[in-house]
Nanobody, 120 residues
Framework: QVQVEESGGGLVQAGGSLSLSCAAS????????MGWYRQAPGQQRELVAH???????NYADTVKGRFTISRDNGANTVYLQMNSLIPEDTATYYC??????????????WGQGALVTVSS
């Protein structure tokens, strides 16, 4: 009932920049939070950045000062601008959206993932 579609990512050299975007659609009444997580091969999925309405975004310590999350609430879209990328940022990045459906049931939806590869 909720679709989450990511775009962006790709291959970049260390020190470069990439951006990701994520749009949620479907029977959405309201979105409470939107965030980005990542999972490197052989690693657990971890929080990258998270934005909840009315609160300042929070970031993983490893990306603070380099990554910026922003939301377009009217378009149910969230962005992740990634600067000064390092090889350790290489991972599949997943968008997560939480909120309520039109019938007021809560939802927690994930995108399919976008691969980010940073070469040294």
């Amino acid at each position: 009932q909720v679709q989450v579609e990511e775009s962006g990512g790709g291959l970049v050299q260390a020190g470069g920049s990439l951006s990701l975007s994520c749009a949620a659609s479907g029977s959405i009444y309201t979105i409470v939070s939107m965030g980005w997580y990542r999972q490197a091969p052989g690693q657990q999925r971890e929080l990258v950045a998270h934005a909840t309405g009315g609160h300042s975004p929070n970031y993983a310590d490893t990306v603070k000062g380099r990554f910026t999350i922003s939301r377009d609430n009217g378009a149910n879209t969230v962005y992740l601008q990634m600067n000064s990328l390092i090889p350790e940022d290489t991972a599949t990045y997943y968008c997560n959206v939480k909120g309520y459906l039109g019938d007021l049931r809560p939802f927690d939806a994930w995108g399919q993932g976008a691969l980010v590869t940073v070469s040294s």
